[in-house]
Structures are given as structure tokens and as C-alpha cells.
């Protein structure tokens, strides 16, 4: 008997990326390096359960931004299965989508440091938890909330790259029409002033 195929170890970034920034990407290398992943895939959100506020730019445009930001990392790759669903978007569906999809990959779902202690409020947790493993990445100086008591919890936790810029702050700091370059990939940034986005 041939030895089994080893089995792909896939990271999983999820938001809302409006817009994808510097922070994002370091996320994921943080990720890829701490676990040893071979890839990772970024997940635009149509909608996030625990956000209240809409999107500001279009599904369109942050599809377009995330390619911009990725697309010279062959590791990377843009998944816009929520878009294409539209409506809220929930983390157990895109799970089962993937796993069915894709059996022969072992999935971790990277996890910024201010949403670990929520994930108790995700739906379904319980089976998500049997179907992903969770990376919580701390920065230093913000140390990681406790993680939930949820059966089947596997969570590793890594130390990540100090990073405090948000796509709120960077959204805000456009429309007073202050500099943000040093934030976005190069890429990003000359998609944002090519498409007048964020402006008001």
C-alpha cells in the first residue's frame, strides 16, 4: 500500500474587508508561518452577523480590492462564496461549502484578537467547531480574551505583528481626506483613488 496523500492545511480569513489593508495581510502571513500553512483563503463577507452597519463600498469593489491586495501571493486566493450568496453570511455555512468541496483539506479559521471571546455567539458553534480549527492571533500588548466553552474547541494561539489600523479608521481618514498610504497595499490604495471610494 501507497502512503496516504497529506492532507492540505488551509487558512481561512473572513470580514468584511472595506477596505482589505496591511493589517489583513500580516494576519494571514502570521498565520501561515505560526501554523505552517500552505494557503490561505481571504472570505468577503456579504454581511456580517455581528456587525450592524452595512458594507460601505460594493461587493464588487471589495472583491476587486482583495484581488488587488492578493494577487501577487500565489498562496492566496479570494473566495466570493458569500457574495454570491448575499444576505448575512455565516461562518458554519462557507464551512460545509468547503469541507464538501474540498476533503482533502484540514481548514483553520484565523481569527482577529478582538473576536475569539465571541465565538461563542457565532451560529452553530458547536458543529463549526468540529468541522474548522480556530487561530487566534495576539498582538502584543493586547492579550487574548479567554475562549469559550464550546465542546470540540480547537484553538492554537499565536503571537501577531502589532498593527492597530482599522478599515473604519482608514474609511474616516479618507473622507477628511487625510493620508492613508502607509495602511493599504500599494495596489489597493490606487484602486480606491481610481474609484473616487470612501470619499463622503
Same mark, same amino acid.
Given at each position: ?21 496591511? !493589517?489583513? =495581510?500580516?494576519?494571514?502571513?502570521? /498565520?501561515? &508561518?505560526?501554523? %505552517? $500553512?500552505? *494557503? ?76 475569539? !471571546?465571541? =465565538?461563542?455567539?457565532?451560529?452553530? /458553534?458547536? &458543529?463549526?467547531? %468540529? $468541522?474548522? *480549527? ?67
Amino acid at each position: 500500500m501507497g502512503e496516504a496523500t497529506p492532507r492540505k492545511r488551509t487558512g481561512l480569513l473572513g470580514g468584511s474587508f472595506d477596505p482589505v489593508h496591511t !493589517g489583513h =495581510l500580516l494576519i494571514a502571513r502570521d /498565520a501561515m &508561518e505560526g501554523l %505552517g $500553512l500552505e *494557503e490561505v483563503f481571504f472570505i468577503p463577507a456579504a454581511q456580517a452577523p455581528l456587525r450592524t452597519q452595512e458594507p460601505t463600498a460594493t461587493a464588487q469593489h471589495r472583491k476587486a480590492m482583495l484581488a488587488a491586495a492578493t494577487g501577487d501571493e500565489r498562496a492566496y486566493q479570494v473566495l466570493d462564496d458569500e457574495l454570491q450568496a448575499g444576505g448575512t453570511s455565516y461562518t458554519i455555512d462557507t464551512a460545509r461549502r468547503l469541507h464538501h468541496k474540498h476533503p482533502d483539506r484540514d481548514f483553520f479559521w484565523i481569527l482577529g484578537d478582538d473576536q475569539l !471571546g465571541k =465565538l461563542g455567539q457565532w451560529k452553530e /458553534a458547536g &458543529e463549526l467547531c %468540529g $468541522l474548522l *480549527e480556530f487561530v487566534a492571533l495576539e498582538r502584543p500588548g493586547h492579550p487574548l480574551p479567554e475562549a469559550p466553552p464550546i465542546p470540540g474547541l480547537r484553538c492554537h494561539r499565536l503571537r501577531g505583528h502589532v498593527f492597530s489600523i482599522s478599515s473604519s479608521e482608514i474609511r474616516e481618514r479618507l473622507r477628511n481626506q487625510l493620508q492613508v498610504q502607509e495602511f493599504l497595499p500599494a495596489k489597493v490604495h490606487q484602486y480606491i483613488v481610481e474609484h473616487d471610494l470612501y470619499q463622503n
